[in-house]
């Protein structure tokens, strides 16, 4: 990735030559700045705390290794949209007409960014979202056609539901299913949606739906009803703080069968919240695995642990990648520019990161693979790859 960041570009490709003094190139800008629109605080903050350090790890080496446009450095503006839709508007907002970056990062949930996106089209100013997975985030509903300014580098909650329901009913060999969705969110019911209809296309039958909002604490009523349809596998696409509440509360009474859900999974709150020996039999789709043996995960994932302690979840992964992408759109670019930056981040083509090589669609989108997750005695093990 360093060297593909020291790259001279082509001709074609907007460049525009770094200012010089005598024999040495200097760089045309000092520091590019990038706004950080983050979930810090609040329900989902492990979410937006871990992609953030997957950013600022990209951002240190990126800046140790030459920077972007011939040696200017990456500067973050980091912000805390508290979990908060408006605030997220705010933060969106603050980033771009008082601490005028050129391009921002996040926020992590669909709802939040469904909130900073106006802001971003208003003002020309790409948002790149790392883990909004709803279709409609880059989706403008009137045309069909993507939003101009709007992108993201995970993919999306159709292909999740898609994955799920072929995982369900291919690899595990289940063809009653129970979907059990969170009915204030767009996440949860995206996906459930696409789930339905590719599982009963497959062949096989949604026998029990239920649905809870994220403030409830007790869920046995609703599981209740779900176990007695006696469901072979309940589809279950949330977020952690529910999830781990739910599936406990299940285990408690008695019910074994199999959860699959989607990347909303993916915390370390997970376990603390369900219990390692209650998740087992739990499956989840999600962006990357840190078990993946490819040498530039692996590399990756040695790096985060000696910077933070820590092994990296798929938030971190993400974040790392998004930075590096926008890195490389800024050197496509050619200039400290944000119509040009928006411009080459539509253009990318084969960038290869660690959550998989990438190209953007018409619609913003990155075309790119998955991975099936299963939680074993509380921690995730790599079950399989699934290509687009």
Do not use: W
């Not at 605030?87 to 603050?94: D, G, I, L, M, S």
């Not at 590096?324 to 800024?330: G, V």
């Not at 074993?376 to 093990?381: A, E, I, L, P, S």
């Amino acid at each position: 990735m360093a060297l593909a960041l020291a790259v001279a570009f082509a001709a074609g490709c907007g460049a525009q030559p770094a200012e010089q003094s005598g024999d040495e190139q200097q760089p045309a800008v000092e520091s590019v700045k990038i706004g950080l629109n983050y979930e810090l605080s609040g329900k989902v903050a492990t979410y937006g705390g871990n992609t953030v350090k997957g950013i600022e790890l990209a951002i240190k080496e990126i800046n140790e290794n030459g920077g972007v446009l011939g040696g200017a450095k990456i500067e973050a503006v980091k912000a805390d949209n508290k979990s908060d839709a408006a605030e997220a508007t705010n933060v969106q907002t603050k980033l771009i007409t008082m601490d005028n970056v050129l391009a921002t990062l996040g926020p992590a949930t669909s709802t939040n960014t469904f909130a900073a996106i106006p802001v971003a089209m208003e003002n020309e100013v790409p948002l790149l979202t790392t883990s909004a997975t709803t279709d409609k985030v880059t989706v403008d509903e009137a045309t069909g056609k993507g939003k101009e300014f709007a992108f993201r580098i995970c993919y999306t909650d159709s292909f999740q539901g898609q994955v799920g329901a072929n995982f369900v009913f291919g690899s595990l060999n289940l063809k009653k299913a129970a979907v059990y969705v969170d009915s204030n969110s767009d996440y949860s019911k995206g996906i459930a949606e696409v789930f339905k209809k590719v599982f009963t296309d497959l062949g096989g039958e949604i026998i029990a739906e239920e649905s809870y909002v994220d403030t409830d604490q007790d869920f046995k009523s609703t599981l209740t009803r779900i176990a007695a349809a006696k469901p072979e596998v309940i589809y279950l696409p949330g977020y952690y703080g529910n999830v781990g509440m739910i599936v406990k509360q299940a285990r408690e009474l008695g019910i074994t069968v199999p959860f699959v859900g989607a990347d909303g999974y993916d915390s370390p709150d997970l376990v603390a919240l369900g219990g390692a020996e209650n998740l087992n039999n739990v499956f989840f789709t999600n962006h990357y695995s840190s078990q993946d043996t490819d040498p530039a995960v692996q590399k990756f994932v040695e790096a985060y642990k000696a910077a933070y302690g820590t092994e990296p979840d798929g938030f971190a992964a993400l974040g790392y990648d998004a930075m590096y992408l926008m890195a490389d759109a800024i050197n496509r670019a050619g200039a400290a520019d944000s119509i040009a930056i928006k411009d080459a981040l539509a253009a990318t083509k084969d960038f290869k990161g660690i959550t998989g090589t990438m190209s953007m669609d018409e619609k913003h989108n990155p075309v790119k693979g998955t991975v099936i997750l299963e939680m074993k005695d509380g921690k995730q093990t790599f079950k399989e790859k699934i290509q687009p």
